[in-house]
Structure formats: C-alpha cells, structure tokens
C-alpha cells in the first residue's frame, strides 16, 4: 500500500512540474496573438528585444507569424504595420515560410510603443518599452 501512495505522490508531483515548465514557456518574449481571419488565418506577433533605450537608435525585431486552421505556415500573406511611436522599417511585409519581419527604432521620449500586425481582418500587437538612459 505504501508503494502505491509513493507512486501516486511521485506521478502527482511529475505532473506538476510539467504544468509548470508549460506555463513557463520556452522564452520571455512577449507574444500577442489574434483571433482568426475570414480565410481561416491566425496570427502571432513577437518583439526582441521588448525593451529599448529611448535614443531614436535603439532597434528591436518585430517578427509575426502567420498559419492557417491547419496550422501550416501560410505563403504569401500581406501584414500591414503600423506603431504608436518610434518607426518601422517597412509598413507592409510578405510572409516567407510563415513569417513576415519588420524592424523597429526607438524614438526619442519614454513611452510604451504598440507595435499593431494585421493580415485580413485581425490584428496582434505588440509592446516595446523606450526608457531614457544616461548610458
């Protein structure tokens, strides 16, 4: 009987931590994701890094990615930038393999930038923090 409740302990405590190292994720860059398109597309747009110094140099990648109800990456696909503050290399990109990349430069004033990807009729975004350094 011992046995059993050691091996019933032993399961409960693996099943634990593998719920934590899912929550966990496998980075910490900050991703937003959107519903799905009328041609059954979703989307997902990441920022490295998420923070920048607010020097109008500063430059992160802006990478989203793009796939279908299948979840097979989708070819071809035209999202459309736009930010809130600083600037964008390009306001549109096409996907290649599922992904379309743009990159981004800080501007000059301590702000949260919002970084906005769409493809059809959805949209994920994205935040960017601009701080002033002496540095």
Not at 97 to 105: H, P, R, W
Request: overall charge neutral.
């Amino acid at each position: 009987m011992k046995t059993i409740f050691k091996y019933i302990s032993f399961l409960m405590i693996l099943a634990a931590v593998a719920m934590l190292v899912s929550l966990s994720g496998c980075s910490n860059d900050p991703v937003g994701t959107a519903g799905t398109s009328y041609s059954g597309y979703q989307i997902a747009i990441r920022a490295n890094p998420d923070q920048l110094r607010s020097n109008s140099s500063d430059t992160a990648q802006i990478m989203v990615e793009v796939w279908d109800k299948h979840y097979v990456a989708v070819d071809g696909a035209t999202v459309t930038f736009s930010v809130t503050s600083g600037k964008l290399s390009a306001s549109t990109a096409t996907t290649t393999k599922g992904f379309a990349t743009v990159i981004y430069t800080s501007g000059n004033t301590d702000a949260t930038a919002i970084i906005a990807a769409s493809v059809e009729n959805i949209i994920a975004k994205a935040e960017i923090v601009q701080y002033y350094t002496t540095k």
